[in-house]
């Protein structure tokens, strides 16, 4: 009895010793917190030997590496090998380089004296801020591995910085520039969707105390509807400080304005560290968006057949002549994004004979939220409505003219017709801004593309052109404070690229001098006699049917042409006030003109019952209840399957392990 308790004893103390305890947990292995191995090498440095990975700035490695991977042939069949070895296809070329390195400090970091020596985390949060808007445009999750927090380490850990030599070879490449060179430095080139949504955060990080992004929403494919703001207290608005946005690539493939706006961006950031006195006023003093693609999806479809275009008769022809005119010019759902706005000018039209219905502020109706509104005009409708905006510019192309609302003819049935809006002469004024400080613009001599703008000299009426109902001036006018005009940069709506730098030229001292253009008029404030300000409050213009309201703190800002003008203010249980203001011709800027405004009691107000003003945006809650334009994916078991991405293909032929943590949806 005791021989077999002794044997049973030797047998089970010799299995323990030789069998390895189950300590890790399922998937533990594969991310690198522990291993199952029967026998472990004890690790030692060796060459490194990675294809994708010869280039860091160091020769020797460790197995076991980070992620647990034993030897260099494991490594290299791995799915995190393979995601390097493509990041720069996947990405257009955007971060590859710096997420490739990144990537291979984590697969064969560097090896001292037998020990590992790990990636520095400041290094791996710097390049994710940066970078990941790349792998969002192409709806890829930030991969495992480059988990900063789990496979990295801190400073005072002594780690490595696998960027630090291609950060030296940059500046030193910058220093080389002689001093002759322009002290902005912009590659004129065209930009993919990643390569503008890196050139936009990279600019707003470069100047982060007078700029950043922000996305307003995304387009029918994905795609991010980013913004970019400058002003010297980014991300808030301040009292009497105007805003003013520019709009473009609203078709996608009217592709200048869009270059223009991102060659802006980067002007303005370099040249107030520079010191331009100039733009440190204007960011100083103004508070501008710039929202350069509107419409990213019709882009990369007109790009694409650009570049797909290999017919040796057209080698010399570009834009146009190679993009049939129309090609990616509407949305994902095919929806012209410049006809998808409420008509709000049809429904004054209709009422505007009656001396109790408002000619602004025009509500949405409720017949607008069943038809197909597209999530790019929808984004847009909330963000003009989110911002008190004063003015702005929608960039298009097409021809060489300025036009401004309304866009819809007053006659339904007339194509040509002069349709005026309230402020005619405020919006003649705003277009000869921009046409006068064009290069060619406002020049008769300058040849059109078809229309004749002689006896205007580069601007007209919108209706007057040619009539469209649903455009995004008229909605700008009709809904919200904001006077919105509409330039078209030239006829090809594709140019070359070695035409982006001379309509650079031509547009700058135009598109700075529209941004100064804001700060005229009036602006003040609407207070009680306890000095609070007062929301919408309404400020009147005597012989101008159309009125402004006050914004969250009841600051204000209108437009006005030099000339006398009276003005009053007036706002829902307060009294009435009115003043008289004259503003000369040599008046460089706004001015101030403040309200204080007493209670009243409320009285009945005809407005209330017969002409009811309420919002269906507040009541309707639209873009939850749209419907989806296409017929779901179903599967056998009768579940909507999910659509894996264009890029599943690149691992799911490798024949490895499927890379589900790419996937943004799991």
Excluded at 51 to 63: A, H, K, P, Q, V
Excluded at 324 to 331: A, D, L, S
């Amino acid at each position: 009895m005791q021989l077999g308790l002794l044997v049973m004893f030797l047998f089970w103390a010799k299995t323990s010793l030789c069998v390895p305890q189950q300590s890790c947990h399922p998937g533990d292995e594969y991310l690198g917190r522990c291993s199952n191995s029967a026998y472990e090498e004890k690790p030692k440095c060796t060459e490194l030997n990675l294809g994708y990975c010869n280039d860091l700035e160091y020769s020797r490695t460790i197995f076991p590496n980070i992620l647990g991977h034993r030897t260099r042939l494991e490594a290299e069949s791995g799915a995190e090998y393979l995601l390097l070895s493509v990041i720069h296809g996947l990405l257009n070329g955007e971060c590859s380089p710096e997420i490739r390195l990144v990537g291979c400090s984590v697969l064969a970091s560097p090896c001292r004296d037998d020990k590992m020596v790990k990636p520095c985390r400041s290094t791996c949060e710097a390049l994710r801020k940066d970078c990941i808007h790349a792998l969002e445009a192409i709806e890829m999750a930030w991969p495992y591995f480059l988990d900063c927090d789990r496979f990295f380490a801190s400073d005072q850990e002594g780690c490595f910085d696998p960027l630090a030599g291609l950060k030296a070879r940059q500046e030193q490449a910058l220093s080389s520039l002689s001093p002759q060179e322009p002290s902005t430095i912009i590659q004129f080139t065209y930009t993919s969707n990643a390569q503008m949504y890196s050139i936009l955060k990279r600019t707003a990080a470069k100047c982060s105390h007078i700029s950043h992004v922000y996305s307003i929403g995304r387009s029918t494919e994905g795609r991010d509807l980013l913004v970019i703001e400058f002003t010297n207290n980014p991300g808030h608005h301040e009292l009497l400080e105007p805003e003013v946005k520019l709009v473009g690539n609203m078709h996608g493939n009217e592709v200048l304005g869009r270059q223009l706006l991102i060659y802006l961006a980067q002007y303005l950031c370099s040249e107030y560290i520079l010191g331009n006195q100039r733009i440190q006023t204007i960011i100083n003093t103004t508070r501008i968006h710039i929202l350069a693609s509107m419409n990213p999806d019709g882009y990369e479809l007109a790009a694409s057949e650009v570049e797909d275009n290999n017919d040796p008769e057209l080698i010399n022809h570009e834009g146009h002549l190679l993009n049939g005119w129309t090609n990616g010019r509407t949305n994902a759902q095919n929806i012209d994004l410049n006809r998808n706005f409420p008509d709000l000018t049809s429904i004054l039209y209709r009422n505007r004979r009656s001396r109790h219905y408002r000619t602004d502020h025009i509500p949405i109706p409720d017949a607008y939220w069943f038809g197909k509104v597209a999530p790019e005009t929808y984004a847009v409708m909330k963000w003009v409505r989110s911002l008190p905006f004063v003015q702005s510019a929608s960039l298009h192309g097409g021809d060489l003219v300025i036009s401004y609302p309304f866009d819809y003819s007053r006659h339904p049935h007339e194509e040509r017709m002069f349709s005026p809006t309230p402020d005619e002469q405020v919006f003649k004024q705003l277009a000869r801004t921009y046409a006068d400080a064009h290069a060619t613009m406002s020049n008769n001599d300058t040849e059109r593309c078809g229309a004749s703008f002689y006896r205007t000299r580069g601007i007209i009426n919108g209706a007057l052109w040619y009539s469209f109902a649903g455009g995004m001036s008229d909605f700008n006018y009709l809904h919200t404070n904001c006077l919105e005009i509409t330039v078209e940069l030239g006829c090809d709506k594709f140019p070359s690229e070695a035409e982006l730098y001379p309509e650079w030229k031509r547009n700058k001292e135009a598109l700075l001098s529209f941004l100064e253009s804001v700060h005229r008029g009036i602006k003040g404030i609407v207070k009680d006699v306890n000095d609070n300000g007062i929301k919408d409050a309404t400020i009147s213009i005597r012989g101008v049917r159309k009125d402004v309201t006050t914004a969250e703190e009841g600051d204000y800002w209108r437009l006005l042409n030099p000339g006398t003008h009276i003005v009053t203010a007036t706002a829902k249980g307060y009294s009435k006030v009115t003043k008289r203001v004259y503003l000369p011709h040599t008046m460089r800027k706004a001015g101030r003109v403040d309200f204080v405004l007493q209670k009243v009691p409320v009285e009945p107000d005809i407005d209330d019952h017969l002409f009811p003003t309420a919002d269906t945006w507040d009541r309707f809650d639209p873009y939850n209840q749209f419907e989806q334009y296409r017929d779901p994916d179903v599967g056998d078991s009768g579940r909507e399957r999910e659509e894996k991405p264009w890029w599943w293909n690149y691992f799911s032929q490798s024949g490895i392990s499927p890379p589900t943590w790419l996937l943004r949806n799991v």
